[in-house]
């Protein structure tokens, strides 16, 4: 985290959904900020609320709000043992999917093999420019700013190592013909199933 703020990267996201309600991005803030203190100012921080607890799904009633607040605070103040977050191109088969992935449509079976064309094709042309996926996925974000009619777009990639960080933070151009080469891609593969629906047993 330091390292990203070094790096520039100052605008930070975090939220109670980060997480189980026990153990959140909420934690990890704010013991990071306990042993950086003067790093407190130098962070935009918008902060996710309004989940329901355990689940991902959201809940905009008035005690609900109100709850989440509070314990958006209070959760703040608590110890975090970071839990495990499968990296960009560790998922080769299925078999690697984490479980807690597992529960989203885009990740099962019937979907699964279908969008990891999508990856194998970007992973053609990250060769190509001597980058990661990860780092084409960012700067095709990035370049669809002012583009199509689309407003400024600003990403926000995650990390949990230094490494990661200066991955995310190497900038790489797309030129006109890398755009297209992905929006061939995208017009030939299409992606499969939802990103953010959680199965039936996670909704109830």
Not at 7 to 18: I, T
Not at 122 to 143: C, F, H, P, R
């Amino acid at each position: 985290m330091r390292t990203a703020l070094q790096m520039g990267s100052n605008f930070w996201n975090a939220g109670e959904l980060y997480g189980t309600p026990e153990r959140n991005s909420l934690h990890l803030l704010n013991e990071y900020f306990e042993k950086y203190p003067v790093d407190a100012d130098k962070v935009l921080l918008p902060i996710k609320g309004g989940s329901v607890p355990g689940k991902i799904a959201f809940d905009g009633s008035e005690a609900n709000i109100n709850r989440s607040i509070d314990e958006c605070s209070d959760h703040s103040r608590g110890k975090m043992t970071l839990t495990h977050v499968q990296q960009t191109g560790q998922i080769k088969k299925y078999e690697d999917v984490d479980e807690h992935m597992k529960r989203f449509p885009r990740f099962q079976p019937e979907h699964f093999e279908q969008n990891m064309e999508l990856v194998r094709a970007v992973e053609s042309l990250a060769k190509q420019k001597n980058a990661t996926v990860g780092q084409i996925a960012l700067a095709w974000v990035k370049a669809q700013s002012n583009r199509n009619g689309n407003g400024k777009i600003i990403p926000i990639p995650g990390a949990t190592k230094e490494g990661r960080v200066k991955e995310n933070m190497t900038e790489i151009q797309m030129s006109y013909k890398d755009l297209e080469e992905v929006d061939r891609i995208l017009s030939t593969i299409e992606l499969a199933g939802s990103r953010g629906a959680c199965m039936a047993d996670e909704t109830e």
